[in-house]
C-alpha cells in the first residue's frame, strides 16, 4: 500500500519561506498527477499546485509566482517551495497522488487510486 509523508511545515513569519516534502513510499513503479492542496480552519480543501509526471505544473491564482511545485520521480518525491508567505497561507497543507501503479510481494501490478498525506501545520505569523 503506498503512504505519502509531509514534512517541512512549521510556523513562520509573513514574507519568509517554507519548503514542503512528501514522500511516497511502498512498492511503486510510477505514480501519475501529484498534487498540494491546503485547508484553513472552517474551510473546505482547496488546490494549491499540482505536478503531472511530465513535470507539467498548476496553481491556485493564489500562489502563482510564490510557490514552485517540483518533483523528482527517481525519489518518488514532490516538493512545494513557498516563498513570500502571507498570514492567509495558514493552514493543513496535504500531499496527493492520484494513481500509483504498485508491484505487490504477491499478486499482479495494481492501480492505488486518491492517495493523501497526513498533512502539514503551515502557520505565517508574527
Known amino acids: 500500500q503506498v503512504q505519502l509523508v509531509e514534512s517541512g511545515g512549521g510556523l513562520v513569519q509573513p514574507g519568509g519561506s517554507l519548503r514542503l516534502s512528501c514522500a511516497a513510499s511502498?512498492?511503486?513503479?510510477?505514480?501519475?498527477?501529484r498534487g498540494w492542496y491546503r485547508q484553513a480552519p472552517g474551510k473546505q480543501r482547496d488546490l494549491v499546485a499540482t505536478?503531472?509526471?511530465?513535470?507539467?505544473?498548476n496553481y491556485a491564482d493564489s500562489v502563482k509566482g510564490r510557490f514552485p511545485i517540483s518533483r523528482d520521480n527517481a525519489k518518488n518525491t514532490v516538493y512545494l517551495q513557498m516563498n513570500t508567505l502571507k498570514p492567509e497561507d495558514t493552514a493543513v497543507y496535504y500531499c496527493n497522488a492520484d494513481r500509483a501503479l504498485v508491484e505487490p510481494m504477491k499478486g499482479p501490478r495494481k492501480y492505488e487510486y486518491d492517495i493523501w498525506g497526513q498533512g502539514t501545520q503551515v502557520t505565517v505569523s508574527s
Open positions: 511502498g512498492s511503486i513503479l510510477s505514480i501519475g498527477l
Open positions: 505536478v503531472t509526471s511530465t513535470l507539467f505544473t
